[in-house]
């Protein structure tokens, strides 16, 4: 028969070294290896130094293991260009939340220590450098293995150069049809300041100049997100959309000169910040950080590795990202 007593008096009888009696009016009390608060106690010197990862850092090595399965010709190819677009929206996020939270502590002067002991500066340092050398991999990873690799299998990205007179004339059609009549370009000058850049939105840079003043302005051209990044033509062929609006930047800027023009996009913080223990309506703090976050400032930007130094000083975004959040070679 059970003794329920007799199991009870066993399990104290064997808890006893483990534990002690008369803490306060609660009785027992574990008694063992207690955490103690930082800075009461030296580390043990027989620990290794940076043993313990940030939790960016962890983040940007978890992401990393989804580039790896993409660089692995194992991986059926299909699945490495899954796997590509996996690590690129992660990454997205990982701006827009860890990266821009970090940064608004810091600004704010909350404590923002991490586990390896690093200051909040050498943290955000690493963060920013490791996400772009793992950026240059992705584009790396695409060009030099994917791409080819679907060029085989008789799907091809090709560039506007890399069309025949007959896709492009049929491009030509669907740009005047399609695509044209949702463009708003918007050119910078001192009546018209810079646009403002919705986040995750892709942008053409463009360069112009008067040929009858020789004046250079800037503009911006919107890659309309409602049409298919990629267009597609006959056999698998597949043509970017921004390459197709590229090639036509003199119909929408008539009578003036192209100089140059650059791809860019910028990302922007979407970290919610609302308190539930203290918010009085959590409904209407959400609508009020939904509303707010459209306009909150740019966290990094992206462009071509081609682009040049004045169209790079110009674009808007620059003036609130460092350039260290730049990240040239990342389309």
């Known amino acids: 028969m059970f003794d329920a007593e007799a199991e009870v008096a066993q399990d104290q009888q064997e808890m006893a070294p483990h534990l002690t009696q008369g803490v306060g009016e609660e009785g027992w009390a574990i008694h063992g290896p207690v955490p103690v608060a930082a800075g009461s106690a030296a580390p043990d010197p027989g620990l290794p130094d940076g043993r313990f990862l940030d939790r960016e850092e962890s983040w940007l090595r978890f992401n990393q293991r989804v580039l790896e399965l993409a660089e692995d010709p194992g991986t059926p190819l299909l699945e490495r260009v899954r796997f590509l677009s996996i690590f690129a929206s992660n990454l997205d996020e990982f701006f827009m939340v860890r990266v821009a939270g970090r940064i608004r502590r810091m600004a704010t002067g909350l404590p923002v220590e991490g586990a390896s002991g690093l200051s909040p500066e050498k943290i955000l340092s690493n963060t920013l450098e490791t996400a772009r050398e793992l950026s240059l991999r992705h584009a790396e990873c695409f060009r030099n293995a994917v791409q080819p690799a679907l060029a085989e299998h008789g799907i091809e990205v090709l560039r506007w150069k890399e069309l025949s007179a007959d896709e492009q004339e049929a491009l030509h059609r669907l740009f ?104 009085e309506n959590l409904m209407q703090s959400l609508e009020r950080e939904l509303q707010r976050r459209r306009f909150e400032p740019a966290i990094r930007l992206e462009v071509e590795d081609s682009i040049s130094s004045d169209v790079g000083s110009t674009s808007g975004p620059s003036t609130t990202c460092p350039g260290r959040w730049t990240c040239p070679g990342c389309r």
């Open 176 to 279: 005047r049809e399609r695509i044209y009549p949702v463009l708003t370009p918007l050119l910078v000058d001192p009546a018209h300041p810079f646009p403002y850049i919705s986040g995750l939105s892709l942008s053409l840079a463009v360069m112009i100049a008067d040929a009858r003043t020789g004046a250079t302005m800037f503009a911006r051209v919107k890659v309309p997100p409602l049409l298919p990044r990629f267009l597609a033509l006959p056999q698998f062929r597949f043509v970017p959309l921004e390459d197709v609006i590229a090639a036509h930047l003199t119909e929408l800027f008539a009578g003036l000169d192209i100089l140059e023009h650059h791809v860019f996009r910028v990302t922007r913080t979407r970290d919610l910040e609302v308190d539930e223990d203290v918010t």
